[in-house]
């Protein structure tokens, strides 16, 4: 058993409620909406208000944990989170459930890069990667299972069981951390960007909003399009502000590292796709195939398989090809299995479709190792916490923008039809279009460095039998 173990464990089972939580309530929206006398519809401001949350706190989660230390801001966000899930069980009202789903959205942007920033500064380079794979089980996970956990909940239990389930695992996650986890803190702490956290906050607040409500029809066309150019503004106004500050709360300069200007931008690109693949995916099972969310829930879980046999096999895989080789080639094959899953019909066998989920599910797990590991190769300990935040906001960003994507894939072929009555062949071009845009991530890849993170999973072991 590696030394990292307990604490890899215990930040992948915070990031796994985490996870869970934002897919869980999708499924259990309308009989929420019921309890609350709401129309569904409006719901959905609850699954904006999370990511508004997220977007808002995350930038600042690398300075809490240099200032406070990591175990006290990790064990803070859990606390937090566990807290947001309790309101949200006990909530009456939208507004309550929306202010509930805002708390549990600043305990998991403390959580998520906070749970990462432990391992990174505990664990070994030579063992990043290998820490860092349990770490992708959670992230994908999360999203197969919530929605055939939450329609069992709310169909055999009650929704707010949802949320409660929160509270024993915060608990004993709250004790854990407190056991095992080392306060780890940067060396000289910087101080905060007031400035540059409102700017940023506000402006990806109102582009990831924008961006949620673009194609849900909750907001009218003008509203949506002021939304998005406030956001960009005040995105432009904050990268005017950070080249002429000395600690900005997104170092927009660590992009100046070629490792980790791939990783962010050629990941964020490749995680477009994946960010709309729970998105697209359930629908086509459940609108186009006519499946109970329990039965495509099922289908789709198939894909954790695959994620999970890919924890035991990232390291010698990127140990004897190397990063960029796997980037590129990986890449690519995720993004060919992604669109074929554009080609299932209503007839096509279950057996065929989760093959190739699961093995689509084994190569993006692998992609988001790589990508994730390779974000640190040339960090050094007092950059990293800014760049696990600024890595954390881009994931963020490229997961909501594959879901406004995804959708517009859908939009765009009914506007083609000239209909507004959805098809399967939508769904066809939904997938082919984000496994376009996923594809565009190897043009970036390319210019890694032949060596680039040799030191994170050890020596390629043809370059080891060639010194030998």
Known sequence: MPRYFVTALIVACALFMENLDGTVIATSLPAIATDLRQDPIALKLALTSYLLSLAIFIPASGWAADKFGARTVFRAAISIFTLGSILCGQSSALWEFVVARMIQGLGGAMMVPVGRLVLLRTVPRSEIVGALSYLMIPALLGPLCGPLIGG???????????????????????ALVSLFIKNVRGETPWPLDARGFLLSGAGLASLIFGLTVADRGVFGKQLVATLLVVGAVLLALYWLHARNTKFPILDLRLLAVPTFRASVVGGSLFRIGIGALPFLLPLMLQLGFGMNPFQSGSVTFVAAAGAMAMKVTAVPILRFFGFRLVLVFDALLSCAFLASYGLFTASTPAALMMGLLLFGGFFRSLEFTAINAITYAEMDSAAMSRAT????????????????????????????????????????????????????????????????????????????????
């Open 152 to 174: 069992f909940i709310t169909t055999y239990f009650h929704w707010r069981w949802i949320f409660y389930v929160n509270v024993p695992i915060g608990i004993v996650g709250i």
């Open 389 to 468: 935040s600024f890595a954390a906001v881009a994931q963020q960003l490229s997961l909501s923008l594959g879901i406004a994507v995804g959708a517009f894939g859908i939009e765009a072929s009914r506007a083609l039809r000239g209909s507004q009555h959805l098809t399967v062949a939508d769904f066809h071009w939904a997938f082919l279009l984000v496994a376009i845009v996923s594809a565009t991530s190897v043009l970036w890849f390319l210019h890694l460095p032949k060596e680039a993170g040799t030191d994170l999973a050890g020596a390629p072991r043809r370059k080891a039998m060639q010194q030998g």
